[in-house]
């Protein structure tokens, strides 16, 4: 069965500092891979996603991840954080495109001044 | 367009109560999906219809859960009698087709006391 790690729960980055949220998955073939952000009372909205290709994808709001299959990783990075960025992120991984998501249990990003 | 409508947004019951929980997906979308995502955690799929047939509720606890969606747009989720485990924010999501994108909105919030 697939899964996904997100090994931290709460992440604080100074506003305009850079940005990478873990993602660790576990799927024997090759994953769809996603991030998604959650601010509150809101519903998620996707961020970006891997299927196939070029393994550095780029997002909305200026987010992009890198999928290395070695490392089973999908990290989340952003090069200077904006206050605005301060939400939950969600990573998931599914066999069959965006159908049957898994998600991590999400990292809270709070920006300080 | 308009997005994913949900209500009501927050529902307070006591433990053994019934509560139900409405979902008008994007409009011409075929796929509907119900999430449980409980605090500390992310979203975990409860049950996906296609049109108004069940693809998926493997994870639905069918014991006390049921959800239908009969003309194949507007959903209800059901909970009958709700347990204090039950805490937790019900996200629905819709998509135009199985292998589609998914929208979510902005989740019922039920406190079961």
């Known amino acids: 069965a697939q899964s996904v790690t997100q090994p931290d729960i709460h992440i604080t980055v100074s506003e305009g500092a850079s940005l990478e949220l873990r993602c660790n998955y576990s799927?024997?073939?090759?994953?769809?891979l996603f991030w998604y952000v959650q601010s509150p009372g809101q519903g998620l909205q996707l961020l970006l996603k891997y299927f196939s290709g070029d393994t550095l994808v780029q997002g909305i709001k200026g987010f992009e991840a890198e999928f290395k299959r070695s490392q089973s990783s999908f990290n989340l990075r952003k090069p200077s954080v904006h206050w605005s960025d301060a939400a939950e992120y969600f990573c998931a991984v599914s066999d069959s495109g965006y159908s049957t998501l898994t998600f991590g249990k999400g990292t809270m990003l709070l920006v300080s001044p | 367009e308009a997005g994913v409508a949900q209500s009501p947004r927050y529902k307070i019951i006591e433990k053994r109560q019934s509560v139900a929980f409405w979902c008008n997906p994007i409009?011409?979308?075929?796929?509907l999906y119900w999430y449980q995502q409980i605090l500390g955690q992310g979203p975990k799929l409860l049950i996906q219809f296609q049109n108004n047939g069940v693809v998926d509720d493997s994870q639905l606890p069918k014991d006390r859960f049921s959800a239908e969606r009969l003309k194949g747009v507007d959903s209800t989720l059901k909970i009958q009698p709700a347990k204090l485990e039950d805490s937790a924010v019900y996200l629905c999501?819709?998509?135009?087709?199985?292998?589609?994108?998914?929208?979510f909105g902005p989740g019922t919030r039920l406190t079961v006391t």
């Open positions: 409009s011409g979308h075929a796929t």
């Open positions: 999501a819709s998509s135009l087709d199985m292998r589609d994108e998914q929208y």
């Open positions: 799927y024997g073939a090759t994953p769809y």
